[in-house]
């Protein structure tokens, strides 16, 4: 069992930056592979980045390659997501995921099985 835990979510503009972290609470969390994924209002949720357990491999959605950044510190059990350039179109819950049963990321939010309980984030424009 893996508890995840969101923060740094927030109001910010245009062109902005924002740093989410995501908090795990499992002793195992160094072999799993992680995923951000986001809500937008009236939307399915999608996929943003992902990476794997030694954080040598990471995945983005080509809406935000460029922009993103995803990093694992696995002696902090935390991953991060760096967003800059920050779009309106970005505004979001943006949920952190654990895939316990595979150390390669996947885009495929079916494959995660523990889920944070989201942050929003919020661009104005």
């Known amino acids: 069992q893996a508890q995840l835990v969101e923060s740094g979510g927030g109001l910010v503009q245009a062109g902005g930056s924002l740093r989410l972290s995501c908090a795990a609470s499992?002793?195992?969390?160094?072999?799993?592979?992680m995923g951000w994924f986001r809500q937008a209002p009236g939307k399915e949720r999608e996929f943003v980045a992902a990476?794997?357990?030694?954080?040598?491999?990471?995945y983005y959605a080509d809406s935000v390659k460029g922009r993103f950044t995803i990093s694992r510190d696995n002696a902090k059990s935390t991953v991060y997501l760096q967003m800059n350039s920050l779009k309106p179109e970005d505004t979001a819950v943006y949920y952190c995921?654990?895939?316990?049963?595979?150390?390669?990321?996947?885009?495929?939010?079916?494959?995660?099985?523990?889920w944070g309980q989201g942050t929003q984030v919020t661009v104005s424009s």
């Open positions: 499992s002793r195992t969390f160094s072999s799993y592979a």
């Open positions: 995921a654990a895939d316990a049963e595979g150390t390669i990321p996947t885009m495929s939010l079916y494959e995660y099985e523990y």
């Open positions: 990476i794997s357990w030694t954080g040598g491999t990471t």
